[in-house]
């Protein structure tokens, strides 16, 4: 199987077991050793399996019905970029905000990152507007103006 299939089939079981909430099983889809990573740009970095590990149990906590909907997919040797949305409901601490039980509606860009070699995930880097998220986890209006 060429590369960039692999990579495809890879992509599609991770957003696959996300979509499932198998919060177990996901963080298995990334290489399990010291290479492991998830960007969380701008917020922070989680290296290593750990670290990937950690921060699926924090969206499982504070999403617990996290939906990713997928609408654009590019694929190069090396990374797979998906483009899409994140939906679910806000349920558990997230980022420090208290469960407010209101929904989440986030356009979001990934990257997936590849051992070009093996055809290993080694993790993946998610894009998002963080402005608009704190927005609709706090219930304000998007667009407001502060008052």
Known sequence: MELIQKQRAKVTDHIRLENEHDWSAV????VQDERAFYDFVPVGQ???REGVRQLYQTIA???PDLHIEITAEYDVPGCSIREGFITGTHLGVYLGIPPSGLPIRIAIAVFFVFDQTSGELLGERLYMDHGTALQQLQG???GAVAQ
């Open 27 to 30: 963080p298995l889809t990334i």
């Open 61 to 63: 906590t504070a999403f």
């Open 140 to 142: 304000k209006k998007i």
């Open 46 to 48: 989680f290296k290593g």
